[in-house]
């Protein structure tokens, strides 16, 4: 905690928060909230009383910032993977935590010898889960979980160009939101999440596909194999960062609320579209800001559970600095950037090797530095290379046709070989 009235919370903490007030407010029972946040009613009835002496800041975890009194040592840690590496190489961390303490003395649960691998890269020990498919009810809570896809299809028919519907339903409910975009990619993915948080909140958790937006298919770098961290999308890093839980389906089947949604709208939407003259993009999203309400109100279902669980965006997040591409880039010794095939020069004097570049949903471009801006300016015209002058061979005559050279060999060797001598040896 800094100050007296500053809070500083990890986005677990905050996710926490918005769950206990429902609880306070008796718009969620504390056996509900304990399934949600993966808790104790006991520990949910601490926190209610921890918040209503302290406040807000009661559920603030005590040990922020101070070293832990049971950490293991890093030549310990050292140690034990050594020998793990040269004894127990194919043991799981059960058997192999049961054998450091029989054989070398070493005494470590399993759980810490199994995040100790982990973070190492040794994964061979992790069981496959079989594929289990069965039917699933509704979430009882708006904002528990919502699921998202995109849709290609012709929903102009031949009047405008193609284009495609990103979708949201809410899982509970049946609520939708929705948003034509000429294509399914990073952008139009983070616009719209931002509009429907600008419209119904932050939800817990999102239901999507594999799709390459959503989900990164990359090889993990070398930092990331030693940081025991996978690739993510820019979409995931995004929601990541606003606390929301991201859930990939392995088959359309498994989100088929949005999918039976798409079945729907490309029967109706269209032809209201087609009723109404819709011809562009930007009418077609002019028309489904009045088409929803109606649709809503005919379609959507009460949630079993009264509570809302869309959490408000806090006071003083930036969501254009969260919802927005991020690359990491080079900063050169001339202090220029080059990204997406364009140069930038940065006017600040920073010692850093990498900065961030963010291109924003409005289409502006910004260079920061562990958060902070930096002012930069586009170069326009780049220095033209000056040609290197390159020395002219001087080109060869080829000789003329009665030239010695061109004339036949055995010419030249009649003209060359000495007379012949007779037997006697007169000429």
């Not at 570049?357 to 033209?384: A, C, F, M, S």
């Amino acid at each position: 905690m800094v100050g007296e009235d500053k809070i500083l919370m990890s986005v677990k903490e905050l996710r926490r928060l918005s769950v206990i007030h429902q609880v306070m407010e008796r718009k969620v029972r504390q056996v509900e909230a304990s399934v949600l946040l993966g808790l104790t009613e006991r520990q949910i009835r601490r926190m209610v009383r921890r918040i209503q002496v302290e406040g807000d800041r009661g559920l603030a975890h005590r040990s922020r910032g101070k070293p832990s009194n049971r950490a293991v040592g890093e030549i310990k840690k050292s140690q034990v993977l050594e020998l793990y590496r040269k004894r127990y190489g194919d043991f799981g961390p059960t058997l192999a935590a049961e054998k450091l303490a029989e054989r070398n003395g070493i005494r470590i649960s399993d759980e810490t010898l199994r995040l100790w691998l982990l973070e190492a890269g040794v994964t061979h020990f992790r069981r496959r889960k079989r594929p289990h498919r069965q039917w699933r009810e509704r979430k009882p809570h708006r904002g528990e979980m919502i699921q998202m896809d995109g849709s290609h299809h012709a929903w102009l028919e031949d009047r405008g160009p193609e284009c495609v519907l990103m979708a949201y339903i809410d899982d509970a409910s049946g609520r939708v939101y929705a948003r034509f975009y000429a294509y399914e990619g990073t952008i139009p993915a983070l616009d719209s999440f931002k509009r429907y948080i600008r419209r119904d909140g932050i939800p817990m958790s999102v239901y999507l596909d594999k799709h390459s937006t959503y989900k990164a298919w990359a090889k993990p770098s070398i930092a990331e194999q030693l940081a025991g961290r996978k690739p993510q999308s820019q979409f995931e890093r995004a929601l990541e960062e606003l606390g929301v839980t991201v859930i990939h389906a392995d088959s359309p089947q498994a989100k088929g609320r949005v999918e039976r949604l798409f079945g729907t709208f490309q029967d109706r939407l269209i032809k209201e579209m087609r009723l109404a003259g819709i011809d562009s993009l930007d009418e077609a999203n002019r028309f489904l800001s009045g088409y929803l309400p109606i649709y809503n109100r005919r379609f959507s279902v009460k949630a079993q559970k009264s509570a809302d669980l869309h959490r408000p965006t806090p006071a003083g997040l930036d969501l254009d600095n969260i919802l927005c591409r991020k690359t990491e880039r080079t900063l050169r010794n001339d202090f220029t950037v080059a990204h997406d095939r364009g140069l930038y020069q940065v006017h600040d004097h920073v010692r850093a090797a990498r900065v961030m570049v963010e291109e924003r949903l409005d289409g502006t471009t910004r260079i920061t530095h562990q958060g902070k801006p930096l002012r930069h300016q586009v170069i326009l015209v780049r220095p033209v290379r000056e040609a290197v002058k390159t020395l002219k061979t001087k080109t060869r005559t080829p000789p003329a046709p009665n030239h010695p050279w061109q004339r036949p060999f055995k010419h030249w060797r009649e003209r060359t070989s000495p007379a012949p001598v007779s037997k006697t040896g007169h000429f």
